[in-house]
Each structure stands twice: as C-alpha cells, then as structure tokens.
Nanobody, 116 residues
Framework: QVQLVESGGGLVQPGGSLRLSCAASGFTFSNYRMNWYRQAPGKERELVAFITNAGGSKYYADSVKGRFTISRDNAKNTVYLQMNNLKLEDTAVYYC?????????WGKGTLVTVSS
C-alpha cells in the first residue's frame, strides 16, 4: 500500500528556513512524479511544486519561485522541499502527493507556521 509520511514542519520567523521531507513506500518511487501541496487556513489546497521521476524537470508555483527548492533522493525514496525566506503567507499544512494507477495518495501533512 502506498504510504507518504511528511516531516520537518514547525514554527519559524519570517525570513527563516525549513526543510520538509516526505518518505514514500509501497510503490516504485523512482517511476513517479512527486508533488508538494499546501493548504492554508480557509483556503483551497494548492500545488506548490513538483519534480519528475528522475528529477529532470521541476515546477514551482509563482508564489514560491526563487524561495523554495524541490529535490528527491530515489535511493532513499524521499522527496524534499527546501523553503527559504519564508513569509507569513507560507503558513499552511504541507502535503506530499503522488498519483499511482490513476489514484491520488496523500500524506497526513506537516504544519508550517511562519510567525514573528
């Protein structure tokens, strides 16, 4: 069964950094694009970034471009999201996502709170 477990969230001041991790299991990780989404209070879930299976292509939402970096380690079945220069509006629950066999799988999320 597909499992995704996020970690690395926490409380950080504006301008600070965090690194999120998502450990994946139950599927051939190196075959799939991996996605990071976030959901802020009272808002819809939005795609933040994705990385293709071999890491050759990456996408970033305009709101995080230049501040966030997605990466993956296929030997460790893990995808990362390095978040720098965090802003108040980055406060959200961050979710790891993969689509396998036409089905979307989600982790439970990790909370990132940016506050002074």
């Amino acid at each position: 069964q597909v499992q995704l477990v996020e970690s690395g969230g926490g409380l950080v001041q504006p301008g600070g950094s965090l690194r999120l991790s998502c450990a994946a299991s139950g599927f051939t990780f190196s075959n799939y694009r991996m996605n990071w989404y976030r959901q802020a209070p009272g808002k819809e879930r939005e795609l933040v970034a994705f990385i293709t299976n071999a890491g050759g292509s990456k996408y970033y939402a305009d709101s995080v471009k230049g501040r966030f970096t997605i990466s993956r380690d296929n030997a460790k079945n893990t995808v990362y999201l390095q978040m720098n220069n965090l802003k108040l509006e980055d406060t959200a629950v961050y979710y790891c996502n993969v689509r396998v066999g036409g089905m979307d799988y989600w982790g439970k999320g990790t909370l990132v709170t940016v506050s002074s």
